[in-house]
């Protein structure tokens, strides 16, 4: 059961208490940016559930899109709805990879919303489950939510990040905003019902994000109101930070359905050989842009990666196509001398009397990249 407050501001509506985060000593560096397009890639799964929060695809949906306006970064973001007469549903995007991570590591913590259709009150809100010892359940779940960040409407005692303003892009700051909690410690929501997570650390010094049930523990969300209200918001560049690094997730529409076959023996500078074989058609195949399933034919293999060392993949995670430079990226997870890996494989195709170029990198520290010596590559 998904547990939700409602708060009286003309209309009545679900609300997140707040709470800000401590900012650790350790500084935050530049984030780095990666492209999410597609559902599953970079630990964001999308998930749309009923009101008691059971997955139930016909209460709304999660799609990548252009714009809507202009998205804080690339063209795009990721839209949340729920259906007519379905707002106690949810629509939700989560990300696994910050299972374990304690609250008082986290050195950044923000995003950007834009809405289009709420029930007056209500914007693509932040939620964090957590697991802490010392709470009365073992479990709970904190809400950042930008309507409370203001002292009319929030805290006064809270940093004022300003009114909500509808069809507006607006830079929400989680980390140094204000929360409330399922059990009710921050508060629940509306006029000083809402508290920094500093002093829910305070608390719970022990604090750690869980992926819940198996989901992820970090969500933007909308929904979970009433059945009549109706939710219509988009999501972009949300930013976590740990210990000083920082990661930047840019939602962007898929990209055409591209196709990237061949391969053959490469040299570099060095006078290292290897060689590559890839096949990636999954929009053709899968109808899923880059979701890698080795079954639909998306692979790269090497025998050889220029070190003696084969490679195999066994998961594509993104597949971009720059037609202006006649190349493909592809980045993915798989083994090398069956040890796991992450790699990114950049492609140039052959023709306009070149021979085609390859670049291999791989999360073990080795890279290599040269012209192929026989073969081809072609993308299209």
Known sequence: MVLRRLFCFGAAIPLAAT???????????????????????????????????????SYGSVTFVTGPGTPPRGVGSVRLKTNLGKGDGSAQTRNTNYGGTKLSNLTELNYYAYSALNNGQQFPFLSLDVLAATTATGHDRLFFEPPYQEPLTGNPFCPNQGPTVMVTWQKWDALNGCWWDNNNELGSGGFMGVQPLSTYIAAHSDATIVNYTGLGGLRLAVGFASSTDNFDGNV?????????????????????????????????????????????????????????DSGQGDRVDSSDRGDGKDFHS???????????????????????NGIPVAFTLVALETGNGGPGWVSMVFSDGYAIAGNLLNGSITLN
Not at 27 to 37: K, L
Not at 41 to 48: A, E, F, K, P, T
Not at 237 to 257: L, R
């Open 236 to 292: 972009d560049m949300v930013t976590v930070g740990v210990s000083g690094h920082s990661t930047s997730y840019d939602f962007e529409p898929p990209a055409a359905c591209t196709e990237s076959d061949g391969g053959g023996d490469f040299q570099d500078e060095h006078g290292r050989h290897g060689n590559v074989q890839m096949d990636n058609d999954s929009c053709e195949e899968s109808g899923h842009g880059g979701n890698g």
């Open 314 to 336: 066994s998961s594509i995670q993104s597949s971009n196509y720059d037609a202006s430079a006649n190349t493909m990226t592809i980045t993915g997870l798989g083994t090398s």
């Open 19 to 57: 709470g800000a985060l401590v900012v650790s000593e350790v500084g935050v560096s530049a984030a780095t940016v990666v492209v999410v397009s597609h559902d599953g890639q970079h630990g964001w799964h999308s998930l749309v559930t009923d009101g008691n929060g059971t997955a139930d695809p």
